[in-house]
């Protein structure tokens, strides 16, 4: 995953295993800027801990350039690890205060050689709580492993869902007469190809920004296989909202940074569910750039709102 230098990337990881030890799986949702990457991988024989470090070194080894990093972990003992244990391990050469061997140390030398690059905070979260991000590493990680004892090849090392994936371009486009009033929305799915697939829909009463940000959802949703997307929009409010913002909003419990609630905080919330389905880009479209697809979108949204209002 790219990054220009110390851009601001957050990692949510998991792992575990089912027993313990046992069959086990990891998952790792990255988010850098524009771009959002999940990872997953298995191994027939591990332990839960194993799985937590493994995420974590999974997910620091795919970037590719230094970055500043906040790591998301509901693992105590990953966080507890590299934070709080490791200087005692070194300087007692790998050693706990006991004099026995520290656990995992395999594991624990490839997370330090991981993290070296990088200007890496390491945050502990509550795990099952409804953060939408860890819940999607959690379901990352459990689908990994579940493959794995279904018989299905899953590779141990990094896996990424950019590899092969379909590209796919989203142009979206969200209208409201009376802002409040009849919203309409629509989203235009270009494939390879340049095959156009229309989603369009109104509500009998909304704003611009909820059609805006509707017709996203609404787009994503209809996308039948995992695909490298490429979301294109004129709205500031969605393409700052789900690059810039969205994250942060999550992990302040749905709070801006001023302690406000977020406005249209279940459409978010929605749109974080969908994106976790997909490697997804954020465009902002110039008036350069408003093409055929583009334009077809603004007409349709327009005409549901306008059908909408009777």
């Known amino acids: 995953m790219s990054c220009s230098a110390h851009t601001p990337v957050q990692i949510y990881s998991d792992g575990g295993c089912a027993p313990n030890p046992g069959p086990g799986g990891w998952g790792a949702v990255l988010i850098a800027g524009l771009r959002t990457r ?16 493994t995420a974590a070194i999974s997910a620091l080894r795919l970037l590719k350039q230094p970055c500043d990093v906040t790591v998301f972990t509901d693992s105590q003992y990953l966080r507890k690890g590299i934070t709080q244990w490791m200087d005692g391990w070194l300087a007692n050469g790998w050693k706990k205060a006991n004099g026995r061997p520290v656990e995992n140390a395999d594991l624990w030398r490839e997370l330090l050689q991981a993290a070296e690059p990088h200007r890496v905070t390491w945050e502990w979260i509550r795990g099952h709580r409804g953060n939408p991000l860890n819940e999607r590493a959690d379901q990352l990680a459990r689908e990994a492993r579940q493959r794995l004892e279904s018989g299905q090849a899953v590779p141990t090392a990094v896996t990424t869902q950019s590899t092969a994936l379909p590209e796919v371009a989203l142009y979206t486009q969200g209208c409201a007469l009376g802002n409040p009033g009849p919203g309409g929305y629509a989203a235009v799915i270009v494939d390879a190809q340049g095959r156009e697939q229309p989603i369009f829909g109104a509500w009998p009463m909304a704003t611009s920004n909820v059609m805006e940000l509707w017709a996203a959802v609404a787009g994503l949703q209809a996308l039948r296989q995992v695909s490298h997307v490429t979301v294109y929009s004129t709205s500031k409010y969605l393409i700052d909202g789900a690059a810039r913002w969205l994250a942060q909003w999550e992990r302040r419990g749905w709070r801006t940074a001023d302690g406000q609630p977020v406005r249209n905080q279940e459409i978010w919330a929605e749109l974080s569910h969908v994106l976790g389905d997909h490697d997804v880009t954020w465009a902002h479209l110039e008036n350069a750039n408003r093409n055929t697809h583009y334009r077809q979108a603004v007409k349709l949204a327009r005409q549901a709102a306008e059908g909408a209002r009777g």
């Open 38 to 53: 999940e990872i997953s991988g298995a191994d027939p024989d591990t332990t839960n801990n194993r799985m937590e470090i």
